[in-house]
């Protein structure tokens, strides 16, 4: 609801619950109703606008920061009034202009979307009306919440270990992230959310916000003593990086909000059918990637028997990873030389793809295109192609290499172009259905603001070119998971870590925003290797089942057993697949830290797939029962455990009678009050149960 009267910058006076049908009189009396003045501070009420400056009497993080170029000081931003606004029932439009003592400043834009699944949307720009051009630090969506969203929720991470969530009380002053990594990197935000205190999975009211962008980000939360509360997204612009010249338009990155009055769940049923449709790849295969398989042991006679085994596995997707290109026998050197390397591919990757396809798979490529390594022929023929801080006689001032390697300058148009005609080489020459595009460093040179949309251009060139091949977002794992570049791709790498158990935590968390089945998660090797930690096998395979399902893994080696467990856990990807790319997830609170309880229900809550997870030894020695919220409660439902190889480890006499009947059949209603007894697994176990509607 926003006050757009006038020519005053707009109020937004509220977002959240659907308030009805409100006569247009108590509106206008409560929009008109000011506010109490507090002691100590400006003689009339302050009402902070979308763009609350001091020059409304407000003292708090200003919106928009902007300077006309070679100007003195002088209080920021000046005058701003509306020009024009347009509306409809789900959408706002505001134009404003904003002048200094010399005259026009920026023509602003702000818009405001509400999506049928009531996702907010938050996008502004900027036009320079200025001869001489302005300066912008910032612009920056504010979106006031109200004091009652008291505790803040959002994330961090590390290689290996994305979305940790942190909580704590909001307090007065600024809660701003910074991330200065040209990514958002494995220590993301990822997502804002204030809320109702002790707010949880199914329960509190809650307002959250995402930064759509791939860049430098600012976001965060402010509470001033006032009782002002904002949400706060900008994109981070360091000093002089967004000039614009007369007539030149700055197009902020989206603000992305949502509400829900039932909890994180109730946020991820409004964020899952909105990221659906903005990443519209309904095609989700199962994947065989080759990384931790074979690392950059890229022998024709190595990789041939993976692919017999994969093929033999039922895998639908062989995607050949880092180390085919020329020279990249390790990850010191090579990148940027995007063609097949000779020597260990003589007759280019055509063997290894026409044996691919010859078993009815998919063929997808490892990619890394922003980048180049120092010991490559593209440094070589172009050294100043690698971003560097500056160039003077001495020569280029390099960031120091991160992975033995430097961001790729995409902002100058012959190495963009050097790049997409490498990459349409490849996707000509080859059937190439899929490229896992990676990011391996921080951008610690150059302006991330023109690198990133640089980034976006290329990535939208190449698909314009060829519209068929899918491409999967990966960052050294996780560390570029957000809802700018998830226009342009349609899978996640979710983390480089295949440890079962610290991958639940990730794709529970990564999943508050994501879709499950754009998030990759694959069946690793029984001692995962970056932990070192080993899982048996049901609970990796437990854990890959609610993602984008993949195995990485040389199953050339595991034994045949193993293999036959495999080949029935690909066949039960494929039976679920509806379910698990389209259905409703639920996670439960659960009265203890030592377990999760999360579930795929399908649109019409027909059937679910449910899952009870160990993280530690349970702390009683009955285990509370699974309660499972979410499907229909009047309705009856079968329920079976799903044999994932051997059953979960349990540390008991007897399993409870249901089970060791081999299922029940029970109401919505009782399984989400009740709930059904279960084993008392021991740590580190899943036990995955479908349910099937049968009355
Ligand atoms: C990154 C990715 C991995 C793998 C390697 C290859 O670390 O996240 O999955 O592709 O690069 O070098």
Redesign the pocket.
């Known amino acids: 609801m926003l006050d757009t009267r006038g020519t005053a910058v707009p109020r937004l006076l509220h977002w959240g619950p659907d308030l009805g049908a409100v006569e247009p009189e108590s509106l206008t009396a409560l929009a008109d109703a000011g506010a109490a003045i507090a002691p100590s501070s400006p003689d009339s009420p302050v009402l902070p606008s979308i763009f609350a400056s001091p020059a409304e009497g407000f003292s708090g993080f200003p919106a928009l920061v902007v300077r006309r170029a070679g100007a003195p000081f002088g209080r920021l931003p000046l005058r701003i009034r509306q020009t024009a606004v347009t509306a409809d029932d789900t959408s706002v439009s505001v134009q404003l202009e904003c002048a200094d003592d010399h005259g026009a400043l920026l023509a602003l834009a702000w818009r405001a979307v509400l999506s049928a699944e009531g996702v907010l949307t938050i996008g502004m720009d900027a036009r320079s009306l200025a001869p001489e051009g302005v300066e912008l630090h910032r612009l920056a969506a504010a979106v006031p919440v109200p004091a009652r969203a008291a505790e803040l929720l959002d994330f961090t991470g590390l290689w290996a270990g994305e979305r940790r969530p942190q909580r704590g009380a909001v307090r007065d002053g600024l809660h701003l992230r910074e991330q200065r990594r040209g990514r958002p990197g494995h220590d993301a935000p990822y997502l804002t959310v204030v809320g109702t205190p002790g707010f949880g999975f199914r329960s509190g009211e809650v307002w959250a916000l995402h930064h759509a962008f791939s860049g430098n980000s600012t976001t965060g939360v402010e509470a001033l003593p006032t009782g002002h509360r904002r949400l706060l997204a900008a994109e981070l612009l360091e000093p002089g990086e967004i000039v614009l010249g007369p007539g030149e338009v700055y197009t902020a990155p989206d603000a992305i909000l949502a509400w829900s009055d039932r909890g994180l769940d109730g946020l991820s049923e409004r964020f899952h059918p909105f990221v659906r449709a903005l990443s519209p790849a309904t095609h989700r295969p199962v994947v065989l990637n080759t ?1 931790e398989a074979v690392y950059f042991d890229h022998e024709l006679e190595r990789l041939l028997p993976l692919v017999d085994a994969a093929a033999d596995l039922g895998i639908e997707r062989f995607v050949l ?2 180390g085919w290109f020329h020279g990249r026998t390790d ?1 010191r050197r090579a990148l940027g030389d995007w063609t097949v390397d000779p020597e260990r591919w003589p007759a280019g990757l055509h063997p290894l793809v026409d044996a691919v396809v010859a078993r009815g798979m998919e063929f997808g490529l ?1 990619v890394e295109p922003e980048m180049v390594s120092p010991d490559s022929r593209l440094a070589r023929e172009h050294p100043d192609w690698m971003l560097a801080d500056v160039s003077d006689q001495a020569g280029a001032h390099h960031p120091p290499t991160w992975r033995f390697q430097h961001t790729l300058d995409l902002t100058i148009p012959a190495a963009r172009a050097h790049v997409l005609e490498a990459l349409c080489a490849l996707l000509d020459e080859y059937p190439i259905a899929f490229l ?1 595009w ?1 990011h ?1 460093r921080d951008q610690h040179a150059g302006s991330a603001a023109a690198h990133t949309r640089a980034v976006y251009a290329l990535i939208d060139e190449l698909r314009a070119r060829h519209p068929q091949v899918a491409i999967e977002s ?4 996780g560390a570029r998971v957000d809802l700018g570049i998830a226009r342009r791709v349609h899978r996640f ?1 979710t983390s ?1 870590t295949n440890d079962a158990l610290d991958r639940q935590r990730i794709q529970r968390y990564s999943a508050l925003l994501m879709p499950p089945e754009l998030l990759g998660g694959h069946v690793g090797a029984p001692r995962a290797h970056i932990t070192g930690r080993r899982h048996d096998l049901s609970f990796r395979l437990a854990t890959a089942l609610f993602g984008s399902a993949g195995i990485e893994w040389d199953v050339t080696a595991a034994s045949d057993d193993d293999r036959d467990v495999l080949r029935d856990w690909v066949a039960t990807v494929k039976r679920f697949r509806e379910l698990l790319t389209t259905g409703t997830t639920v996670r439960t609170d659960e009265p203890t830290d030592d377990r999760y309880v999360h579930a795929l229900v399908s649109p019409g809550a027909d059937e679910a797939l449910i899952a009870l997870v160990t993280l530690a030894t349970a702390a009683v020695a009955v285990p509370a029962p699974l309660r499972l919220p979410g499907l229909d409660p009047n309705r009856r439902y079968r329920i079976e455990p799903v044999a994932l190889g051997a059953a979960p480890h349990a540390v008991q006499d007897a399993p409870p009678a249901w089970l060791a009947a081999g299922g029940i059949t029970v109401s919505g209603a009782l399984l989400a009050e009740l709930g059904l007894p279960v084993p008392l697994l021991g740590p580190e176990q899943a036990l995955v149960l479908h349910a099937v509607a049968v009355g």
């Open positions: 990384w990873d880092d990850d490892w896992k990676d391996n990966c960052a050294s794992g790498w480089d």
